[in-house]
């Protein structure tokens, strides 16, 4: 059963920090791109980071160049998002996805960013 679990969201003031972390069982996980993609109430699906499976190339959507990284361990079957310098609209859930056919996202976790 493939399967992805999302951990480490919360709160935080803005200016903080965060990392999210995903673990994957049920698949290669070592074979397959990963993504962090988020959703706040009222907006569009946004796909944040992505990382492929070799590690050679992460991309990021503009609105977090700069302050967000994205990183795997193939060894732990596990991807990061390493969230620094947040912002209020930062707030949403994220999700993880594996670029399995089909895709297969986790449940998500919430980040909310609040003085």
């Known amino acids: 059963q493939v399967q992805l679990v999302e951990s480490g969201g919360g709160l935080v003031q803005p200016g903080g920090s965060l990392r999210l972390s995903c673990a994957a069982s049920?698949?290669?996980?070592?074979?397959?791109?990963m993504s962090w993609y988020r959703h706040a109430p009222g907006k569009e699906r946004e796909l944040v980071a992505y990382?492929?499976?070799?590690?050679?190339?992460?991309n990021y959507a503009d609105s977090v160049k700069g302050r967000f990284s994205i990183s795997r361990d193939n060894a732990k079957n596990t991807v990061y998002l390493q969230m620094n310098s947040l912002k209020l609209e930062d707030t949403a859930v994220y999700f993880c996805v594996a670029h399995t056919s089909p895709r297969v996202w986790g449940q998500g976790t919430q980040v909310t960013v609040s003085s």
């Open positions: 990382i492929n499976s070799a590690q050679s190339i992460t």
């Open positions: 049920g698949f290669v996980f070592r074979n397959y791109h």
